[in-house]
């Protein structure tokens, strides 16, 4: 079946470590994008991808990381700038930008 | 860029009652406009969309109707079910502009369907 499979589904960081979520698809999308969650909250861009080996920053990009060297693939740093990295994280792709998303289940990142 | 504000943020209904979400946005480029439904730990997950050049869409007990002069959007669901409850997400994409094919959510509805 196609999808998109974000890995793990928990993760848990001390503070000044850097951390990598994996996002990967097989639904042959062009565009894929992070977005962060807070409780009681929407959804924020942190970074998009329209295509391989290219990506910008979306409204939150401060303090994390992406690289787009495969179709299939758009892994998120979080680095130890970000202050604060607690949320959940969800990666999401699309044919191409300006079409209709399909998100992954998501990672919760909590700092210890 | 775009921003989306959506109403109400909680909504309780009776099994069978209709709820109706509502939501406006800024960019009158925007031209793309889905809903998502949200569960408890889980992604979103796409439940009906709409594009500008269409006033009503629906799909079951699921509407979505769109006013581009007024700018809002709304989201029908009729006969409301205990497993609607969820969270719900509007969203709107621009067609132009910085924003260009970003999806912009709005805050979210908590829809709680009691049996």
């Known amino acids: 079946d196609g999808g998109i499979t974000q890995s793990p589904k928990y993760l848990f960081r001390k503070e000044g470590q850097n951390v990598t979520l994996s996002c990967e698809q097989n639904?042959?999308?062009?565009?894929m994008y992070w977005y962060r969650q807070d409780p009681g909250q929407g959804l924020r861009l942190i970074y998009y991808?329209?295509?391989?080996?290219?990506?910008q920053k979306g409204d939150i990009a401060e303090g994390y990381s992406v690289s787009r060297e495969k179709k299939e693939s758009f892994p998120l740093t979080v680095t130890s700038a970000q202050k604060n990295p607690t949320a959940f994280y969800l990666c999401a792709s699309s044919i191409k930008i300006n079409y209709g998303y399909t998100f992954g289940s998501g990672t919760r990142l909590t700092v210890v | 860029g775009e921003n989306v504000e959506q109403h109400p943020s909680t909504l309780s209904v009776q099994e069978g009652d209709s709820a109706v979400i509502k939501c406006t946005y800024s960019d009158s480029a925007s031209n793309y406009f889905p809903w998502y439904k949200q569960e408890l730990g889980k992604g979103p997950q796409l439940i009906i969309d709409i594009r500008s050049n269409v006033g009503e869409k629906k799909d079951q007990r699921i509407a979505v109707t769109l006013n581009k002069t007024a700018k809002h959007f709304s989201l029908h669901i009729t006969e409301t079910q205990p497993e609607d409850s969820a969270v719900y997400f509007c969203?709107?994409?621009?067609?132009?502009?910085?924003?260009?094919?970003?999806?912009?959510f709005g805050q979210g509805t908590i829809l709680t369907v009691h049996p």
């Open positions: 969203a709107a994409i621009p067609a132009g502009g910085t924003s260009y094919g970003k999806l912009t």
């Open positions: 639904l042959n999308h062009d565009a």
């Open positions: 991808s329209q295509i391989v080996n290219d990506f």
